[in-house]
């Protein structure tokens, strides 16, 4: 993902910011905030390496040669080193700054590609999402078909001039020669198939080349989706596995409920006498019932009021002036 690429807030779906909202969006942008100091901070190491050794700077802290600084002192082997510094040099710190998400690796790869065709290269292709092997072959492709295209303007290049040494011949005048017409046709004619040669050779390998540019898109592509697929299966289980555990939580939770509700109306009938009225064991448990509902309530009201505390003081009241009402009937 390039830094242009970016979420931001206005990017994100959301009609209402809740407290878990909020706490998401604070970790969304120390992600990228660490993405961006880890690419400033492998641009920093290539040039802070290029410097080290190109001022000799290791001498005066008792180091006989760069290798050893590097080995020694940063651990970091002397190979590894220098690709550091060789892609630093040949790509630019923007464009390791624009594509530090890459990696040093494919970076690396990138040296390869024409620099005149490299910006175009790294749009044309979804490097960030492919495995360096797959970026290795892509890099090849390039540059064959680069090589192949000056082989041609090479081939052109060298017809043109024996055309024109030819031109530059001395006219033996014991031959007929044709005239400067004949020769300017003969040159313009000569010119145009060579340059008919060279177009439909380009236009074939360019054809070529975005054929297999497609494959590999066409592949990293379905890489991706089948990834994603693969993180909904396993969340859809996982939600699954959680909305199961918390129903039977909840079974469970009225299956103790309903214990509790059975033997206390059994204490409550075995205090009352037999001859108790029905109506009185009835209230009874309405009371008990109420009591329990008028907790739940408490309980969900205390939620309310940790997000919208003038919402729960409404509903307070509400229920207040009910109450008030109720004892005065």
Avoid at 30 to 57: F, H, N, P, Q
């Amino acid at each position: 993902m390039q830094e242009n690429s970016l979420m931001t807030l206005a990017d994100f779906q959301i009609d209402i910011i809740t407290p878990e909202t909020a706490a998401a969006i604070d970790i969304h942008n120390s992600i990228i905030a660490s993405m961006k100091d880890a690419a400033s901070a492998m641009v920093s190491l290539c040039e802070s390496l290029k410097r080290m050794r190109d001022t000799k700077g290791y001498e005066s802290l008792g180091f006989k040669n760069f290798e050893d600084y590097t080995e020694k002192a940063c651990g970091i082997k002397k190979r590894q080193a220098y690709n550091y510094i060789q892609t630093y040099e040949r790509l630019g710190g923007s464009f390791l700054q624009s594509n530090a998400q890459l990696g040093i690796t494919k970076l690396q790869l990138l040296t390869e590609v024409c620099a005149v065709d490299r910006y175009d290269f790294v749009e044309d292709n979804d490097l960030e999402n492919m495995s360096v092997t797959e970026v290795k072959k892509l890099v090849a492709q390039a540059k064959d078909q680069g090589e192949q295209i000056d082989l041609l303007e090479d081939k052109l290049k060298s017809a043109l001039d024996e055309i024109k040494e030819l031109n530059s011949r001395p006219v033996d005048v014991a031959v007929q020669q044709p005239s400067d017409a004949e020769l300017q046709k003969m040159v313009d004619e000569r010119t145009a198939e060579m340059q008919t040669e060279f177009a439909d050779k380009e236009k074939a390998l360019k054809a070529d080349y975005k054929k297999k540019l497609s494959a590999a898109k066409d592949k990293a592509q379905k890489k991706a989706a089948d990834e994603k697929q693969k993180a909904v299966a396993e969340a859809r289980t996982a939600a699954i596995e959680e909305a199961k555990a918390e129903f039977e939580e909840k079974i469970k939770s009225a299956e103790q409920e309903k214990a509790d509700a059975l033997k206390k109306a059994e204490q409550m009938a075995a205090r009352l006498d037999k001859n108790a009225d029905a109506d009185l064991v009835k209230a009874s448990l309405y009371f008990t019932e109420a009591q329990k509902q008028l907790e739940s309530f408490s309980a969900s009201l205390n939620k309310i009021k940790e997000s919208d505390p003038d919402k729960a003081d409404k509903l307070k009241q509400v229920v207040v002036n009910f109450l008030k009402e109720f004892i005065e009937r």
